[in-house]
């Protein structure tokens, strides 16, 4: 019969030993790597702290009505960072 590697495994010899009984899974701990768990509040929410820019207040409102930054993204929100980061540095030439 053929042998495979890490066929001392339970989920391997159960797929050609149909008599084989899985065992317990054992909890391993957290796996940093994976997804987050869904959460049992129901709550979504992101607090992000503020920074300070130091940006004038008449420019920040420009740009708050230049940029929208709930705008849809597909680069998690970069393609938006950028658009400020460029904006800024054209407005901020000027002054």
Partial sequence: MLHLQNSHHTAPRGVFQ???????????????EGPCPDREDGENDLTVPGIDANIPPSILKQLQ????PLASSELFGLDIFLQCLHWLQSTMKGH
């Fill in 18 to 32: 149909r008599d084989v009984v899985e065992e317990p899974l054992e909890q391993f701990g957290i796996d940093w």
């Fill in 65 to 68: 009505q230049s940029i929208n």
